[in-house]
């Protein structure tokens, strides 16, 4: 009886490990990491909008119409990840329109081949945002997204307003 017992504890021990998403920070901001390439825009670390104290946030402040994100990142490998996923902070009372998360993929160039955009609005507060790469197409409409090999990513202002933003998390997840 008592090897029925062990043998079902092994078994939902084991289920609930592999229930687990397998996640990695693109950037952990809580351990000083910043982007490393921008066109109008600084970043900086800071407490404001943190979800807990202690926590700091990567807040992002465009000048009008630019990026800022990481060039040949450390952690370029998406491969086994399917969604890309962040928090972001607008503490401002209306939404912020025309922004957005560019990803280039592994192949050369720099045409709609080898990217895709992901285009979003940021309403007024707290919102997580979801979007499944794995399987997706370039901008082209027709290429596949390699991610074995991210060479480019950044968070996108399409205007030339002024927009400032917090990120509290950045990451993907299987």
């Known amino acids: 009886m008592k090897s029925t017992s062990l043998a079902m504890v092994c078994l939902a021990v084991l289920f609930s490990v592999n229930a687990t998403a397998k996640t990695m920070f693109i950037l952990n901001f809580n351990r000083g990491e910043l982007p490393d390439n921008s066109s109008a825009c ?16 990567l807040k992002l402040e465009f000048e009008g119409r630019g990026w800022c994100g990481m ?37 050369g160039g720099g045409g709609p081949d080898n990217r895709k955009d992901y285009k979003f609005e940021i309403p007024s507060g707290v919102k997580e945002f979801e ?30 307003q002024k927009v400032s933003f917090f990120v509290r998390k950045l990451w993907i997840e299987d």
């Open 131 to 160: 979007f499944t790469f794995y399987g997706d197409v370039c901008n082209d409409g027709k290429s596949p997204l390699d991610t074995s090999k991210v060479v480019i990513w950044n968070f996108d202002n399409y205007t030339a």
């Open 71 to 107: 060039y040949l990142p450390k952690k370029s490998s998406w491969t086994g990840f399917k969604k890309l996923k962040f928090i972001l902070v607008n503490p401002g009372e209306q939404p912020i329109k025309d922004v957005g998360f560019c990803v280039k993929g592994a192949r």
């Open 42 to 57: 600084a970043s900086s670390l800071s407490e404001e909008n943190a979800e807990k104290e202690g926590e700091v946030t």
